[in-house]
């Protein structure tokens, strides 16, 4: 598919997912060979929230996609409109339409990611 068809294959879609399979999955939760997804989110015509996530049991931040503890990170704090607690102040990283083709193309050509499209 080229990058027309591909772009124009993109226009309706709300949701892409983009999983990284391992290689073996009895390793996929403490074992050190672990699923990943970055599910891309249409929030307007040519932009697309990231959220990602993973198999492993370790604590994964689901905004920066790495292997880190809220309590370690900057932008887990109080929040300031009345909430009792700590929150995540993050905002999802956001990309163009341009941009996921170009992970979707990438994706496309590894043996051990998975692209769905809804």
Do not use: W
Request: glycine fraction near 6%; charged fraction near 30%.
């Amino acid at each position: 598919m080229n990058k027309k068809e591909l772009l124009e294959s993109l226009k309706d879609v709300y949701e892409v997912n983009i999983e990284t399979r391992p290689k073996d999955p009895s390793k996929s939760t403490d074992g050190g060979d672990y699923y990943f997804n970055a599910v891309y989110r249409r929030v307007s015509r040519f932009i697309f929230e990231v959220n990602y996530s993973t198999s492993a049991s370790f604590n994964f931040c689901n905004i920066y996609g790495g292997f880190q503890d809220c309590e370690n990170c900057s932008e887990y704090h109080e929040e300031y409109e009345g909430a009792v607690g700590k929150f995540c102040q993050a905002d999802p990283e956001k990309v163009s339409l341009a941009k996921l083709a170009y992970l979707v193309e990438q994706a496309g050509q590894d043996e051990n990611k998975v692209v769905l499209m809804g």
